[in-house]
């Protein structure tokens, strides 16, 4: 079993949170701009469309972790068990967060445009009283559970690099041989 994670998932790694990063300052900045200027819709734009990106990037991820073997574990195995349910539930809420951001859309009967012209068809039926509770969901519920599984994710990175001295870490980086 190999002792670092596979290259394509690293750089994937590092990819999603760069994106996740930008996700976010786009929405922060979508909510700065003025009510029914060009910048608003524009950053809407870039954050549906990274969003997406994100939601087909983390498949392909779950597809490359099926096919490569998982570095081994180092620590105890309450770790390992919070490290699983961590990692799951990170999976999970980067995936589902896009899903219910353009469903959301969609029961709301706005648009959701990728990359400026790319425009998905509305499929779904206007409930805004369904769409009020998919925006709680997206905006409230799950981004703070992301914030959470982030925080945790990362001190346990960090705890693994610093107090335990181990190779966890390291593993991960994107420009390790």
Do not use: C
């Given at each position: 079993?190999?002792?670092?994670?596979?290259?394509?998932?690293?750089?994937?790694?590092?990819?999603?949170?760069?994106?996740?990063?930008?996700?976010w300052a786009f929405v922060e900045l979508h909510e700065m701009a003025e009510k029914?200027?060009?910048?608003?819709?524009?950053?809407?734009?870039?954050?549906?469309?990274?969003?997406?990106?994100?939601?087909?990037?983390?498949?392909?991820?779950?597809i490359l972790r099926r096919r490569h073997d998982v570095p081994p574990f180092t620590?105890?195995?309450?770790?390992?068990?919070?490290?699983?349910?961590?990692?799951?539930?990170?999976?999970?809420?980067?995936?589902a967060l896009?899903?219910?951001?353009?469903?959301?859309?969609?029961?709301?009967?706005?648009?959701v445009i990728l990359f400026g012209s790319l425009q998905i068809p509305q499929w779904l039926p206007v409930r805004p009283?369904?769409?009020?509770?998919?925006a709680w969901l997206h905006k409230d519920l799950l981004w703070y559970?992301?914030?959470v599984l982030v925080s945790v994710h990362v001190i346990g990175?960090?705890?693994?690099?610093?107090l335990n001295r181990d190779d966890t870490l390291r593993r991960m980086m994107p420009l390790r041989r």
């Open positions: 079993m190999e002792r670092i994670w596979n290259r394509s998932i690293r750089y994937l790694h590092w990819l999603v949170a760069v994106l996740l990063v930008l996700v029914g200027g060009v910048w608003r819709d524009r950053w809407t734009m870039l954050h549906f469309s990274l969003g997406a990106l994100i939601l087909v990037l983390m498949l392909y991820r779950l620590g105890p195995r309450w770790q390992k068990g919070l490290s699983k349910l961590i990692h799951a539930g990170l999976y999970l809420v980067v995936i896009p899903i219910i951001g353009m469903t959301m859309r969609q029961f709301a009967g706005k648009p009283e369904l769409a009020e509770t998919l559970v992301f914030l990175a960090l705890w693994h690099h610093f």
